[in-house]
């Protein structure tokens, strides 16, 4: 059994940074990659960054590169998602996912298992 579970969401001001955190417990040696996505309100699910959990190399969606960075605490079992200079359109609920067999670390079906997201709100 897996479970992830995300904190660190909350309600900043534009310019500010936050990061979010993905905590795991269970067979989490079992991982291939580890991944945040986030979810507007009133649009799809969409990829945002990933590390590959023993390798560490770390994939991000090209409007992620530069403002948001992943890493990974392998001791803590832990992933997190440091965002700088949040703007109101990264306002979201992100989610962190995990996968044994990912061949395609943008897509979300890859991955098997997923928190219940933490909500990040970015006023003007």
């Known amino acids: 059994q897996v479970q992830l579970v995300e904190s660190g969401g909350g309600l900043v001001q534009a310019g500010d940074s936050l990061r979010v955190a993905c905590a795991a417990s269970?067979?989490?040696?079992?991982?291939?990659?580890v991944g945040w996505f986030r979810q507007a309100p009133g649009t799809e699910r969409e990829f945002v960054a990933a590390i590959r959990w023993s390798g560490g190399d770390t994939y991000y969606a090209d409007s992620m590169k530069g403002r948001f960075t992943i890493s990974r605490d392998r001791a803590k079992n832990t992933v997190y998602l440091q965002m700088n200079s949040l703007r109101p359109e990264h306002t979201a609920v992100y989610y962190c996912a995990a996968g044994q067999y990912i061949t395609d670390f943008y897509n979300q079906h890859d991955y098997g298992y997923w928190g219940q997201g933490t909500r990040v709100t970015v006023s003007s």
């Open positions: 269970g067979r989490t040696f079992n991982w291939y990659a």
